[in-house]
């Protein structure tokens, strides 16, 4: 027999395969997710009639004959290349932008797919459309230590849509501040020197000496300057009518074996340093530091006196008034007295007016001083006495720089989801400290509590120091529970960086509160799906949370998958374990909501194949013919 007929008969078998395959290729042209075939031949066994020879001397060698059997198909192999997007709007059809496969679930194992034609089943579940298989994905929950964070849940679960499931009220625990305070206005209320830790350098006799200026807070002096090891106070005289800084006595200073005269320019604000000739060896502008207020009273014997006073922050929210001013005998002395303020900053000076306490220094003019509020309580009214106490007249008021004060509102909620606005006003109390204080301004009767706090900040703008504080609130007032509040300054709590929080620039007011986490009773209304393949949930309440982020797996070889039909494959020994992942992680793509990944079948390709096949065929069927009628002929001479 001859052998072309076996290898014609070959040839056509193969081409028969190569034309089941790109009929199957052209079939699924517009298959969703759909990977295309190719069909590799490779030649069949050989018959040897003659070996090879060596070449021997003046005889060259001679080459093997051999004639071959015909074909084979060697393999049919999957192109797994990513094939064309298509749009269509269905918020529920997802592509794949990269690798992976999503993973499905049939009811008895999972499948892997590329297909994305997503649709919700009767109970909620995502499936594939026209199998039924679930979609699997991680359950997301909320990060309880980073509320802007979601942790994911090692176990695939089905991707359930609960439309109108009910998302339980929750209250408010964390309050993010987002925000700029200017560094530039003065304290909100007259509070002695703006920079408390004042330091310079003074070169005297040809030796430089450390020089800083503080407060006094013995009563005594009203500054306590310290030049190199020599510590002086500064105590007030009297007050510049036209320049109303104060008037202090001079001071001597022993430096170098030399004494010298301090002495302040109250016209100036110039702190000088006179030799012995009265001439000035050293000087330092300070009125740019000094940030006091000039009262004036009036007493019983009808002359009237003018007072410095000024405020310190007592640390616990309340503040501390301290005139200074001439007592009984005349010589300059301070009263001090504490005053109330309530939790919104305004002062709360009890019904009848505050009264500064006599003592041995009463002021002159026998003077007795008592504070009221003004309406807003934004301010003090200074009423002085008049016939020893028993009527008081207005004699000066003072208003808090409402420009030195700061006010943000955002809603919190109690354990019933009911919203609360909360208020935080923040107030300069002093070079790079801010005193911040949070009330609700339409529900008084809320209690409050650790509600003020003082926030510092370093020569860069940024906080030091803690940036949390701790609120209680009395919701069980409203009938809901109480509860706390982390008022977050910093921004770390809710992993961001410390300029991302509470800073202090020279720039403009920007405070925002920014952030929080309660929220109302919610029903869920609608859902997305993102391109990190986070199924995000859309409640009545405004609220967005992470559901679900779904699952992709990645296969060493995917060339190795085995296609079970309805576009979906299986795992084999060849392709390798799924590693299953997020996407956008793990080398896998993300993903492409409202599209579908269509076939990668090229039709111009695959009808060069066709034609190619079909000529292949028709040449091996040729080969059948031509070897049958030489088998006819044979046959032929023998009769």
């Known amino acids: ?215 006094d807070t013995s009563g005594t002096n009203l500054l306590t300057v310290k030049i190199g090891n020599e510590t002086v106070g500064l105590k007030p005289s009297g007050i510049n009518a036209t320049t109303g800084l104060p008037v202090f006595d001079d001071a001597s200073v022993s430096l170098g074996g030399n004494t010298y005269t301090l002495h302040f320019d109250d016209g100036t604000g110039e702190l000088q340093l006179l030799d012995s000739s009265s001439n000035v060896t050293w000087k330092q502008q300070i009125s740019g530091i000094m940030d006091y207020a000039t009262l004036s009273f009036k007493g019983d014997d009808n002359m009237t006196r003018t007072y410095l006073a000024e405020f310190t922050d007592k640390g616990d929210g309340n503040m501390a008034m301290t005139l200074w001013g001439q007592d009984s005998s005349n010589n300059w002395s301070s009263f001090s007295v504490d005053v109330p303020v309530n939790a919104d900053g305004t002062f709360a000076i009890p019904a009848g007016g505050l009264i500064v306490p006599e003592t041995s220094n009463q002021f002159a003019g026998n003077v007795d001083v008592k504070l009221n509020a003004t309406g807003d309580g934004k301010g003090l009214i200074f009423l002085a006495s008049v016939d020893n106490g028993t009527t008081y007249e207005v004699a000066s008021t003072l208003n808090q720089r409402t420009s030195s004060i700061h006010t943000t509102k955002i809603d919190i909620y109690d354990s019933l989801g009911n919203p609360h606005t909360v208020e935080v006003a923040f107030e300069k109390i002093g070079a790079n400290e801010w005193r911040w204080r949070a009330w609700f301004p339409s529900e008084p009767g809320i209690p409050i509590s650790n509600n003020t706090g003082v926030i510092k900040f370093d020569s860069d703008g940024k906080l030091t120091g803690s940036g949390v504080a701790n609120v209680d609130l009395g919701f069980s007032s409203v009938g809901a529970m109480d509860s706390q509040v982390k008022f977050d300054f910093s921004g770390e709590s809710l992993g961001k960086s410390l300029i991302d929080g509470v800073t202090q620039f020279g720039s403009d007011f920007t405070t925002k509160a920014y952030y929080q986490d309660g929220y109302a009773m919610g029903v869920l209304q609608d859902y997305s799906i993102g391109s990190d393949g986070n199924i995000m949930g859309v409640y009545s309440n405004g609220r967005t949370n992470a559901l679900y982020s779904i699952a992709l797996a990645l296969f060493p070889n995917p060339a190795g998958l085995e296609k079970t039909g309805m576009t979906n494959f299986i795992p084999t020994a060849n392709s390798g374990l799924p590693q299953l992942v997020t996407p956008g992680s793990g080398g896998a793509g993300t993903l492409a909501g409202g599209n579908l990944e269509m076939s990668n079948v090229d039709l111009a390709d695959e009808f060069t194949k066709l034609i190619i096949a079909q000529r292949g065929f028709q040449a091996n069927a040729r080969v059948i013919t031509t070897s049958d009628q030489v088998l006819e002929e044979l046959i032929n001479l023998k009769r």
């Open 1 to 215: 027999m001859l052998r072309s007929l076996n290898s014609g008969v070959s040839g056509i078998r193969s081409h028969q395969t190569m034309l089941d395959v790109i009929g199957n290729n052209i079939a699924n042209v517009n298959t969703a997710g759909f990977k295309k075939s190719v069909v590799t031949f490779q030649d069949l066994l050989y018959e040897t009639s003659r070996g090879a020879t060596a070449p021997q001397g003046d005889i060259g060698g001679i080459n093997p004959m051999q004639i071959g059997l015909g074909t084979t198909v060697a393999a049919v192999e999957t192109i797994h290349s990513a094939g064309p997007l298509q749009y269509t709007g269905n918020r529920t059809d997802v592509a794949i932008q990269g690798d992976g496969y999503f993973v499905l679930n049939n009811g008895s194992g999972n499948v892997y797919s590329r297909a994305g034609n997503f649709v919700l089943d009767g109970n909620g579940n995502i499936v594939q459309s026209g199998t039924g298989y679930t979609v699997m994905g991680y359950q997301l929950t909320v990060d309880p230590n980073n509320p802007s964070q979601y942790i994911r849940g090692t176990q695939l679960v089905p991707l359930n849509i609960p439309v109108g499931q009910k998302l339980s009220a929750k209250a408010t625990e964390v309050l993010g501040m987002q925000c700029n305070l200017d560094s530039r206005v003065p304290a909100y209320l007259p509070m002695g020197l703006t920079n408390p830790n004042f330091t310079t350098i003074a070169e005297i006799g040809g030796t430089a000496y450390n020089v800083s200026i503080a407060e």
